[in-house]
């Protein structure tokens, strides 16, 4: 029985948590307003209540400072209304759900036409609802001293939004996704652009600060005296937000960048003497046209003639074969010309050819003599022996006469 009744207490016990908020330390720091839309210094004061404090100066300013995290989106539409916001380093956090619209667009809001001005200090963060991280709404002005934007600035487009410098401090750091929004010195107010419809999940940062000149940035803005070759660079210290001292650090000298050829007479280390060298120059710095000493480079567009050498022979001809020969630089021995020899001619044939040449002519000239009837060569014979004849018959005649 005991234990049944011990099993009870702790299901009771159960069932009661379960019905409590789900985050019980949250809800010590942090207030959930759902969409709270406030029209009046009064309501204003009594829906915040111990989330902030909420007071009028003697300007008639409506002064509002956190002491707890808000979640939900607040709505400011008193007429004419001059806030002073400090978030005293709390967060509104926009995103959430609502009973009325089922989400919120945005954590802080300046109501359409309620010619309203919000300054944001005490470095709060403004978390992105739906749309944006805060709005300002047609008519209303935002001067934002000091806060984290966790997302984009909503408007109808051209309201005014910009950032001023606080009392007490020398200047304000104003960056978008880690860049500086602005070149100049913020020593003085500077509008912030802000477009129609921007749901971009940008992050603004505004901080008041005095200068601390910690910062060693190698950057022309800073630079008081160039590095050279030889000597160092000056530069001046500059603080976070971008603003200069006179305070100077130093960097290494660049040394020198032998890297240029100059084929000058004033360069040359050293001329080539023969075909198997270059002419050899030093290298010059790019930067300061110093001379190297020890950094020296070969011009392989220079060179000396090759000295040839007398036909060399390498293969000697033979009947069958060509020879070869080539000539070569006696220097440095590459070869410079070659040329193929003749094969030498076969005698024995060449002089049996002759000879069955000139017997094939003795037999061809005979063939044509006895074959044409040419009869010079019985003419003769038949004349001497006619003279003969006649001689004979001169002196028989002359016998008989006596």
Not at 91 to 116: A, K
Not at 121 to 143: M, S
Not at 148 to 160: K, P, Q, V
């Amino acid at each position: 029985m005991k234990k049944r009744k011990i099993l009870s207490i702790m299901l009771v016990f159960l069932m009661m948590i379960s019905f409590l908020p789900t985050n019980i330390y949250a809800n010590d720091e942090t207030k959930n307003i759902g969409q709270l839309a406030v029209t009046t210094y009064e309501q204003l004061k009594n829906e915040l209540g111990d989330a902030a404090d909420v007071s009028r100066d003697t300007d008639g300013h409506i002064n509002i400072k956190l002491n707890k995290n808000l979640k939900g989106q607040l709505k400011l539409d008193i007429p004419g209304a001059y806030y002073v916001f400090d978030a005293n380093g709390k967060t509104l956090d926009g995103d959430c759900e609502t009973s009325t619209l089922g989400y919120v667009p945005e954590s802080l809001c300046l109501e359409h036409r309620s010619n309203s001005t919000m300054v944001l200090k005490g470095n709060g963060i403004y978390k992105r609802g739906t749309y944006y991280a805060i709005f300002c709404g047609t008519g209303c002005k935002y001067i934002i001293l000091s806060a984290r934007l966790e997302g984009s600035i909503g408007s109808n487009g051209g309201e005014d939004v910009r950032t001023q410098l606080q009392d007490g401090y020398e200047c304000y750091l104003a960056t978008k996704n880690g860049k500086n929004l602005f070149d100049a010195e913020n020593t003085k107010e500077n509008k912030i652009e802000v477009r129609s419809l921007d749901f971009s999940e940008d992050v603004y940062v505004f901080e008041q600060h005095n200068h601390v000149y910690n910062q060693e940035v190698e950057s022309s803005k800073y630079l008081k005296q160039a590095a050279t070759c030889v000597t160092p660079g000056i530069y001046y210290k500059s603080c976070t937000c971008g603003a200069k001292s006179n305070s100077e650090f130093y960097t290494g000298h660049l040394g020198h960048d032998y890297t240029v050829k100059v084929k000058k007479e004033a360069y040359l280390k050293s001329k080539a003497k023969d075909c198997t060298e270059h002419d050899v120059y030093w290298y010059v710095c790019s930067r300061c046209g110093k001379t190297s000493t020890t950094l020296s480079y070969a011009d392989l567009d220079s060179k000396v003639d090759h000295v040839s050498s007398d036909w060399i022979i390498d293969q000697q001809p033979t009947v069958a074969k060509e020879g070869s020969k080539h000539k070569e630089c006696t220097v440095c021995k590459e070869v410079l010309e070659t040329e193929k020899i003749a094969k030498l001619e076969n005698v024995k044939t060449e002089t049996k050819k002759e000879e069955t040449a000139s017997k094939k002519e003795t037999k061809v000239e005979s063939k044509k003599a006895v074959t044409t009837g040419d009869n010079t060569n019985s003419i003769v014979p038949m004349a001497l022996l006619g003279i003969s004849l006649l001689g004979i018959y001169i002196i028989v005649m002359k016998k008989y006469v006596r």
